[in-house]
């Protein structure tokens, strides 16, 4: 029973070390550009959050997009 145990413990070990292997040996760049297309899309919901917190985005909307819109 406890050698049972011991193999299915060890075959699971052996999947987690395949599978981390598999991502630190990836040459097409998705472990490491996944996190920052990540990083970058929290950033634009920060800047975002701030400039509606502040008021500096909507004075920006308002002033420099519908303003000239107005004038087309």
Known sequence: MFLEAQ?????YVNEVKNKVRGYL?????????????????????????HGLITGWLSDFINDKILNRLNTL
């Not at 193999?7 to 075959?11: F, G, L, S, V």
């Not at 097409?28 to 959050?49: E, H, N, R, S, Y």
């Open 25 to 49: 040996k990836n040459e097409k760049g998705d472990f490491g550009i996944g996190p920052l297309g990540w990083a970058a899309i929290a950033v634009t919901c920060l800047v975002i959050a």
């Open 7 to 11: 193999i299915k413990t060890q075959n």
